[in-house]
């Protein structure tokens, strides 16, 4: 059962990680005054690629939870490219959000692999 609990926590801060990058990234989009660019068309550009793992992180399919850690890469090279000017706290979300769910990814099949011995 060690590896069931490990899962549950991991999946909490995922989860909350989730919600804060989301929320990190609208609200830096309000910080930078645009010229003639919609806010909603620069929230659109930035949250959408996340969004659509949404539905992975609600049901925990793996593989798209492991697609949404390759794409975080590219959000963390953006976000590390931009620490002077915005600080480190959105690498530092990214990161977090990138660590447990790699970690709830290996987790959940450690689990399974237990559960299955258990019954043997």
Not at 44 to 50: A, D, N, S, T, V
Not at 64 to 79: G, K, P, R, S
Not at 83 to 109: D, E, K, Q
Request: charged share 10%.
């Amino acid at each position: 059962m060690l590896y069931q609990q490990k899962r549950k926590y991991s999946r909490a801060v995922s989860v909350g990680a989730y919600i804060a990058l989301l929320a990190y990234l609208v609200i830096s989009s309000f910080s930078h005054p645009l010229d003639g660019t919609s806010y909603v068309v620069i929230i659109g550009i930035k949250c959408f690629p996340l969004l659509g793992f949404a539905l992975a992180m609600y049901k925990q399919h793996l593989r798209q939870m492991a697609w949404m850690c390759f794409v975080l890469l590219i959000y963390f090279t953006i976000a590390v490219m931009y620490v002077p000017v915005t600080g480190p706290l959105g690498a530092f979300i990214i990161t977090l959000l990138y660590t447990s769910s790699m970690l709830h990814i290996r987790w959940h099949n450690r689990a399974g692999e237990e559960a299955a011995a258990s019954l043997n």
